[in-house]
């Protein structure tokens, strides 16, 4: 009788302990989110960043994010790459040659996190300040063995099922073309709403598409808080119950550095710092999105120096007019951010990013 009883106790303790060990189990399983948002700083490196942090008297948003690493940018071609490749790698996880938009080495088309996420059901966008069809967005939405080939890949976005938010320039692209096509008008009637303006957006749940500019749209602040506002309004029509992903990149960067200026580089960090602020506040307050922020490649070899070496006072210098090879940021935030600390190369960032989303 006194074993029946200990047999009874025993198994009671037991299932408690196991039931015990699953609940905490459970506890401790890691949270995946639910939206992505990728930034990328178009030939943003290091130096780039630390120019904002100088001349910026509060804190930077750059500082918000609890996590960051280094990224290895070089492309299967050239231990420098440009942006299309940079772009791809980041996009689909595969190194290309330069100048490849969205396929492999053997020019065979790679499918971007951005088709990826729309084929699981999540909504999608992007939003630049360059031409749509430029080397980066473009690696995100269309798959070419030019970067050149502005007017295919403008043929190819007119085509797909996704985005289902596009921001940006390079109207030109779509209404003069060497082909007579308008693919505005065939957009428009595929169930496409067009604008020249964010303002003019009246139906949040339509495809979307603002060309803001005949090419790129001015540079940094004449062109005025068009990024910032833009993804504001991006997150607006793109947040659901399914969730969604969202590419946005501060394109000019690469242009002040491309140009050895160093007071639109500034003007361009600190705007592409105002559109890393809006994304937090969202990504602080939904508690289900990953945020993560990197470059394609560094422009310029900026480097922050006293030209007379005396530590006394600071001079932007450029040692090129074209790309370095060197690491670039990545900074994150939210659920799976811990995830990209460390140094990584620039095609491990989408399984990184796939790994941590639900």
């Known amino acids: 009788m006194k074993m029946r009883r200990f047999l009874s106790v025993l198994l009671v303790a037991t299932a408690l302990f196991s039931s015990s060990c699953c609940s905490d189990s459970e506890k401790q399983a890691p949270k995946k989110a639910k939206n992505v948002i990728v930034l990328i700083g178009d030939g943003m490196g290091p130096a780039q960043v630390y120019s904002l942090i100088l001349t910026s008297p509060e804190k930077t948003a750059f500082q918000r994010f609890p996590y960051s690493g280094f990224s290895v940018t070089k492309s299967a071609s050239n231990e420098i790459t440009d942006s299309a490749a940079g772009g791809s790698a980041i996009a689909n996880g595969n190194k ?3 100048g490849v938009i969205g396929m492999n080495p053997d020019s065979i088309p790679v499918p971007s996190m951005l088709e990826i996420f729309a084929g699981q059901g999540k909504k999608t966008g992007v939003v630049v300040t360059c031409a749509v069809t430029h080397a980066t967005p473009a690696a995100f939405m269309a798959h070419n063995i030019s970067r050149k080939n502005n007017e295919e890949i403008a043929l190819e976005i007119s085509e797909k099922d996704c985005p289902d938010v596009l921001f940006g320039g390079g109207k030109k692209y779509f209404t ?19 604008y020249d303006s964010l303002p003019q957006i009246e139906d949040n749940n339509a495809r979307t598409m603002v060309l803001a ?3 790129h749209l001015a ?3 004449k062109r005025g808080d068009f990024l910032p506002n833009a993804t504001a309004k991006a997150i607006e029509m793109l947040d659901n119950e399914k ?8 394109s000019q960067i690469d242009f002040a550095c491309h140009d050895n200026d160093s007071a639109t580089l500034v003007e361009e960090m600190r705007d ?11 990504a602080e307050k939904d508690g289900n999105t990953l945020v993560v922020v990197t470059a394609d490649h560094e422009t310029g070899g900026l480097t922050i120096i006293d030209p007379e070496g005396n530590y006394t006072r600071t001079d932007f210098h450029f040692s090129t007019g074209s790309h370095s090879a060197v690491f670039v940021p990545v900074f994150s935030y939210g659920p799976g951010a811990e995830r990209f600390s460390g140094v990584m190369d620039n095609t491990e960032i989408i399984s990184r990013i796939m790994e941590n989303v639900k």
Not at 176 to 194: C, F, H, P, Q, T
Not at 243 to 250: N, Q, S
Not at 272 to 282: E, G, P, S
């Open 96 to 98: 290309t040659n330069n």
């Open 219 to 221: 540079e940094a602040p």
């Open 213 to 215: 500019d005949r090419k």
């Open 272 to 282: 592409f710092n105002k559109t890393l602020d809006v994304v937090l506040d969202f």
């Open 176 to 194: 003069e073309r060497k082909d007579g096509l308008d693919l505005v008008s065939k957009m428009w009637e595929k169930g496409w709403n067009i």
């Open 243 to 250: 969730g969604f992903f969202l590419m946005i990149e501060g």
